[in-house]
């Protein structure tokens, strides 16, 4: 059976049940309905040998990741329409604006260069303010670990941005 064909099969028979996974974590149908969508999209596209056995266990890490980038998402647009009606109202400079602007694209430059496995801890950690603990739940990994690539992250941003400061 090839991999198109078992994850037509598995989307058949688990598509509600994933929907009802990210829906009870996301709480908006039309989001959820889209995580869903990508979770599949990117089964899809994948060039990696995919088996019964591990399909499941794959669509749920893919599910889960999902829901950490939809958070990382609207948590960082929030945080700026914030910051807008905060500094526009206070006379802010357009210079303080661009230069913020600059900064945060120099940050996210340096997040870049950072191993992806440790760039999606570190910006759970950091953009969603999420404690160790409940990354690990999310990302099933062990607390030691998530430490471990967070400190890994820190190291390489902090030695990306020296430039900077």
């Not at 990210?22 to 990508?38: F, T």
């Given at each position: 059976m090839n991999n198109y064909q078992l994850?037509?099969?598995?989307?058949?028979?688990?598509?509600?049940?994933?929907?009802?996974?990210?829906?009870?974590?996301?709480?908006?149908?039309?989001?959820?309905?889209?995580?869903?969508?990508?979770?599949?999209?990117r089964l899809l596209s994948t060039d990696c040998l995919i088996g019964q056995a591990t399909l499941p266990g794959l669509a749920i890490t893919l599910c889960r990741n999902q829901i950490a980038d939809w958070y990382r998402r609207h948590s960082v647009r929030q945080d700026a329409e914030h910051e807008l009606a905060h500094t526009s109202g206070s006379g802010a400079s357009a210079e303080s604006l661009l230069s913020m602007r600059e900064i945060t694209e120099q940050i996210e430059h340096s997040l870049a260069r950072v191993p992806a496995d440790c760039r999606d801890l570190y910006r759970m950690?950091?953009?969603?303010?999420?404690?160790?603990?409940?990354?690990?739940?999310?990302?099933?990994?062990?607390?030691?670990?998530?430490?471990?690539?967070?400190?890994?992250?820190?190291?390489?941003?902090?030695?990306?941005l020296q430039h900077v400061v």
């Open positions: 994850i037509e099969d598995y989307y058949c028979a688990h598509k509600d049940d994933l929907l009802a996974f990210v829906s009870a974590r996301i709480h908006n149908p039309e989001e959820a309905k889209d995580v869903v969508q990508n979770v599949f999209l950690h950091i953009y969603d303010g999420m404690p160790v603990r409940n990354i690990c739940q999310l990302s099933g990994q062990p607390y030691k670990t998530v430490e471990y690539r967070l400190g890994l992250a820190r190291k390489q941003v902090r030695k990306n």
